[in-house]
Nanobody, 123 residues
Framework: QVQPVESGGGLAQAGDSLKISCVVSGRTRDEYAVGWFRQAPGKEREFLAAISWNGVQTLYGDAVTGQLAISSDNAKNTVFLRMNRLRPEDTAVYFC????????????????WGQGTQVTVSA
């Protein structure tokens, strides 16, 4: 069973950088891509970035262009999201999700979701 598990969240100060990880346990050859999303209280889930396991495709959300870097370690079934110049408005629960096709920013294309990791940024 495919199960993404996020880690690396926590407390940060404005201007800091943070790298969070997503290990996709049970990953099979059918899994094509991983996406990162976040959700702040009272707000909709927001797309951040996605990457295909073959490294051919990457995509970033419009609101975060230039602030994020997504990467992967195929041997460890792990996808990373590095966030630079953090701001208090980046405070949210960050989720990763696995897809068997290139889902891009489209939430329904992602079949398996992690429980999320909380990132809190203080001013």
């Amino acid at each position: 069973q495919v199960q993404p598990v996020e880690s690396g969240g926590g407390l940060a100060q404005a201007g800091d950088s943070l790298k969070i990880s997503c290990v996709v346990s049970g990953r099979t050859r059918d899994e094509y891509a991983v996406g990162w999303f976040r959700q702040a209280p009272g707000k909709e889930r927001e797309f951040l970035a996605a990457i295909s396991w073959n490294g051919v495709q990457t995509l970033y959300g419009d609101a975060v262009t230039g602030q994020l870097a997504i990467s992967s370690d195929n041997a460890k079934n792990t996808v990373f999201l590095r966030m630079n110049r953090l701001r208090p408005e980046d405070t949210a629960v960050y989720f990763c999700a696995s897809a068997v096709n290139w889902g891009g920013s489209y939430v329904p294309e992602y079949q398996c979701w992690g429980q999320g990791t909380q990132v809190t940024v203080s001013a």
